[in-house]
């Protein structure tokens, strides 16, 4: 990681550019371990489905054409809790 990171600081954009691509998916890949350390502690299957969501649509490739069933009932729980959330 530091050998990207100072690889970064060179001026050249395709480092840069790489630098950009490996700390989103640090970041991603952080936010998703964190939603799954959520949903253990707070017993939130809510968080497993953002975790799976956040996995697949921004560190897995995929067909940008189809999604799987599982994604989809992830999708619709998460926005029902988010439509439940604002009706307070």
Known sequence: MLSLLERAGSGDDAD???????????????????????????????????????LKHKLMPHDPLGSSAEDDASGDRVIAALVAARQW
């Open 16 to 54: 840069q550019r790489a630098a950009r691509q490996a700390a989103s998916g640090l970041y991603h890949a952080t936010a998703a371990a964190l939603f799954l350390r959520e949903a253990l502690l707070l017993k939130d299957p809510r968080r497993v489905d953002l975790a799976r969501l956040m």
